[in-house]
C-alpha cells in the first residue's frame, strides 16, 4: 500500500461517524425489507447503454421535426433522412462503426456527451449552467447561528464523504419501470473530488481521486469575497463542530476588517462568471505568478466551498404576481432566494462571493437564506438533490441525537487567507467581469409560481404520467404564447447503464400539435374528441420517455454518428449540416423535472438560447412548483406572460379532464 493510500485509510478509519453508520444502515435496512429491491442483485455491473437501431432514430428525428419545419423544408430532410439511411449508405457504415467501438468503451456516448453539451460551450457558467438550489430558510438569530450552521453542514457533509469514498452509499433505485432496479452511482463520487478547469478551446474536467498527490483535506471559505483555506483534518483527525466553529469565526471577523482594504484581496472570483475562454486567458495570466499558482491550486483541489454571505436587501417585484395571496408572496420570496444561489444578486450582494467553476458551492447566507450552486458537468441535479435531502436529515438526526466530537486541545492555526497578487491587467479583466456579470444578472428574467389547483395526484386519477401531463402542458403554453412549436429539451436519465447521464425526451410532437390545435378557440372539435386527442399526447409523450429511460433515445445516438464520421475522415453527412438539424438542438424551450421532497426547496436554472426559456417544476401531491426563466433583452420572451398563460391552460386542461373522470 502506498503512502497516499496508507494515510487515507488511516484518516477514514478514525474519522467514522457512528451516528452516519447507523443512519446509513437504517436505509440499507429499507432496502432489504422491500420486495421489489430484493430482486435486483447491486453487486453485479450494471449493463452497457445499448445502441438504439438507426432506423428508429431517423423515425423519432422527422417525428420532432415535422410539427417545427415547414412542409418545403421538412420535405427536404426527409430526402437527406433516407439517402442517410438507405442499404449500404454512409448511415449504415457510421452505425457499423459505433457499434465496433461501443465494444471497446464503459459507455459509448458518455465523453462525446461531456464535451457536446458541456466543455465545447464558451458561455459563462453562472445563469447559463450552473443550477441553483435553496434549501428551506434557516431561522438566524445572529452570526453564531449563522456560523454554527456553517460548522454543522461541513461536519455533516465530511461525514457523508466517508461513505461516499469508499463507495458505501445505499445504491439508488428506479422508483417506477422495473422498480427497484438499481442505478449508476458515479455521479455521487466526482461531487466532493472534481472540478472544471477552463479552456480557451474547451474546458476540461479533473479529479482528484485520480491523482497523485494526497487527497485534499481542507475546504474553502469565501467571505466578502475574500477566500480562506480551512483545514478540517489536522493530524490525522477531523475538526469538531465546536472547531470549525471556532475557525469560522476567525474567517467572517478577518475578511471584515479586510474588507475595501488593501489586505481585501479581493474580486477575483469574478473571473470565474466570464465565458470561458476568456476566463481561461485570466486564468494563464495569474498562473505566471508562483503565489497565484498556489491560490488557484488551493481551490481547484479543495473538497467543496462554503460561501457565507452577507444578507440581501431583496425588492421584491410585487407586480410579478399571478394571485395576490400569502401563498404567492411566499413565490416570490422564492424566486429572490434562489437568485441568490444562482448568481449572488449584484457585484454588491455576493456575486463575487463565488468560485463558479467549482462542483458545489454551499451558500449560507446572514439571513438564514441558504442553498448551493453546482457546477453540472459533473452530475445531474436529481443526484445533488438526493445528496442534499439525505445530508440535511441525518444533519438533523445527529443534532437531535446531540453527538458532538469531543474538542482537541491543542490550537489551531488561524486558517490562511489567499493572497493574490493582481497585475494591472488582471485587474481590469475583474472590472469588465463585474459589469458584465451585472447586466447579465439584470437580463434575467425569472418568475417562480405554485400552481395550487392540483399537483401530480390529478395525472393519476386520469392514468396519466405527471411528467408526460406536465410535458404536453408546456407545450400548449408556449403554443399559446408564440402560436408554434419549437425545439423542446427534458433530460432523460439513463443510470440504468453504466456511467449513464441523460438522453432527451422531445415534447414538441405532432400528436401534441394535434391537440393544441384542438384547443383553439375557433375549433370544431367536440369535447369528447379534444380530451382523446389529449390522451393520445400524453401517452406519446410517455413512450417517449419510457424509450430514453431504457436507452433508446435519439440525441445522444445522432452526436456519436456524427462524432464517429468525424473520428473516421468521412466527409460530414448532410444530415448533420441540414438546417434542419441545427434548427432541432436549438432548444428554445429547456424543461427538467427536479423533485425535491423538502418544503421550501427547490432547483432552477436559466435559458440556454437568447429567445429561449428555462422550466423547472417540482410536481407535489397538492401543486406544482414551476420556475421559469427568460432573458429582458429579448422582447419575444416573457418569463410572467408565459407562466399566466401556462396557468390558464393548465386550468382548462382541468375543466377537461374533470368531465371524463368517471367515465
Known amino acids: 500500500m502506498n503512502d497516499k493510500a496508507t494515510r487515507r485509510s488511516l484518516i477514514l478509519e478514525a474519522n467514522k461517524s457512528h451516528c452516519l453508520v447507523k443512519y446509513i444502515e437504517n436505509l440499507l435496512k429499507k432496502q432489504r425489507e422491500d420486495p421489489d429491491y430484493v430482486k435486483w442483485d447491486v453487486t453485479k455491473p450494471l449493463p452497457k447503454l445499448p445502441i438504439p437501431s438507426l432506423k428508429q432514430t431517423l423515425e423519432k428525428y422527422l417525428g420532432c421535426l415535422m410539427p417545427i419545419l415547414s412542409d418545403k423544408a421538412y420535405q427536404s430532410t426527409q430526402k437527406i433522412v433516407k439517402e442517410f439511411i438507405r442499404d449500404g449508405g454512409v448511415g449504415e457504415k457510421l452505425q457499423n462503426l459505433l457499434i465496433k467501438e461501443s465494444e471497446t468503451k464503459e459507455n459509448w456516448v458518455y465523453d462525446w456527451w461531456l464535451e457536446d453539451m458541456y466543455l465545447k460551450n464558451k458561455l459563462p457558467l453562472p445563469i447559463n449552467s450552473n443550477p441553483g438550489m435553496i434549501f428551506p430558510k434557516e431561522k ?8 454554527k450552521f456553517a460548522a454543522r453542514l461541513i461536519s455533516g457533509i465530511m461525514d457523508y464523504k466517508f461513505f461516499i469514498d469508499q463507495k458505501k452509499l445505499p445504491v439508488d433505485r428506479c422508483s417506477w419501470r422495473e422498480k427497484g432496479q438499481p442505478l ?16 480557451i478551446d474547451q474546458d476540461k474536467q479533473v479529479n482528484s481521486n485520480n491523482s497523485l ?13 475574500q477566500m480562506f483555506v480551512l483545514d478540517v483534518i489536522v493530524n490525522f483527525t477531523r475538526l469538531s463542530e465546536d472547531q470549525l466553529y471556532h475557525q469560522l469565526k476567525r474567517i467572517k471577523r478577518q475578511s471584515e476588517e479586510d474588507e475595501n482594504t488593501s489586505n481585501g484581496f479581493a474580486d477575483v472570483g469574478f473571473l470565474t462568471s466570464l465565458p470561458r475562454n476568456e476566463w481561461a486567458k485570466a486564468r494563464l495570466e495569474l498562473l505566471r505568478d508562483s503565489t497565484n499558482r498556489d491560490c488557484i491550486d488551493m481551490i481547484e483541489r479543495c473538497i467543496f466551498i462554503v460561501c457565507l454571505d452577507k444578507k440581501v436587501n431583496h425588492n421584491s417585484n410585487k407586480e410579478n404576481m399571478i394571485l395576490e395571496n400569502e401563498s404567492e408572496m411566499s413565490s416570490i420570496q422564492m424566486r429572490d432566494y434562489v437568485l441568490q444561489m444562482l448568481h449572488g444578486c449584484s457585484s454588491e450582494d ?50 437531535k441525537q446531540k453527538l458532538y466530537r ?11 487567507k489567499l493572497r493574490w ?22 437580463d434575467l428574467d425569472l418568475f417562480v409560481f405554485k400552481f395550487e ?5 390529478f395525472p393519476k386519477m386520469i392514468k396519466a404520467s405527471p411528467d408526460s401531463f406536465i410535458q404536453v402542458m408546456l407545450q400548449f403554453a408556449y403554443y399559446r404564447v408564440h402560436n408554434c412549436l419549437v425545439s423542446t429539451y427534458e433530460s432523460a436519465s439513463t443510470r440504468r447503464f453504466r456511467h449513464g447521464r441523460v438522453d432527451n425526451i422531445r415534447a414538441n410532437s405532432c400528436e401534441a400539435l394535434a391537440w393544441i390545435k384542438s384547443m383553439q378557440p375557433n375549433s370544431t372539435f367536440t369535447t369528447k374528441e379534444k380530451y382523446d386527442l389529449f390522451r393520445i399526447a400524453v401517452q406519446h409523450q410517455t413512450d417517449l420517455m419510457v424509450d430514453n429511460i431504457l436507452g433508446n433515445g435519439m440525441d445522444c445516438h445522432l452526436l456519436a454518428l456524427r462524432q464517429v464520421a468525424i473520428e473516421n475522415n468521412y466527409e460530414i453527412p448532410t444530415l448533420f449540416i441540414d438546417k434542419s438539424f441545427e434548427l432541432s438542438n436549438r432548444f428554445s424551450l429547456s424543461t427538467s423535472q427536479i423533485p425535491t421532497t423538502m418544503d421550501g426547496s427547490f432547483m432552477c436554472y436559466g435559458p440556454v438560447v437568447h429567445d429561449g426559456y428555462g422550466c423547472a417544476y417540482n410536481p407535489k401531491a397538492n401543486y406544482i412548483l414551476f420556475a421559469i426563466s427568460s432573458f429582458k433583452s429579448c422582447s419575444m420572451t416573457s418569463s410572467k406572460l408565459f407562466a399566466e398563460t401556462l396557468e390558464k391552460c393548465l386550468l382548462e386542461i382541468y375543466d377537461l379532464c374533470t368531465k371524463f373522470l368517471n367515465q
Open 421 to 442: 497578487i493582481v497585475s494591472e491587467p488582471i485587474s481590469a479583466k475583474i472590472q469588465e467581469a463585474k459589469c458584465s456579470f451585472d447586466r447579465r444578472i439584470a
Open 213 to 225: 498527490l494526497v487527497e485534499p483535506e481542507h475546504v474553502i471559505v469565501i467571505s466578502r469575497n
Open 406 to 416: 469531543m474538542p482537541s486541545i491543542c490550537e489551531l492555526p488561524v486558517p490562511r
Open 184 to 199: 449508476c452511482m458515479e455521479q455521487y463520487y466526482r461531487l466532493f473530488s472534481s472540478y472544471r478547469v477552463p479552456g
Open 350 to 399: 455576493n456575486s463575487g462571493n463565488r468560485w463558479f467553476d467549482k462542483t458545489m458551492q454551499f451558500v449560507i447566507s446572514e439571513d438564514g437564506v441558504c442553498g448551493l450552486n453546482y457546477e453540472h458537468s459533473i452530475a445531474e441535479g436529481i443526484v445533488v438533490i438526493q445528496l442534499s435531502e439525505h445530508l440535511f436529515r441525518y444533519i438533523e438526526e445527529k443534532r
Open 453 to 457: 389547483k392540483f399537483g401530480r395526484d
Open 140 to 147: 438566524f438569530n445572529d452570526e453564531d447561528d449563522q456560523l
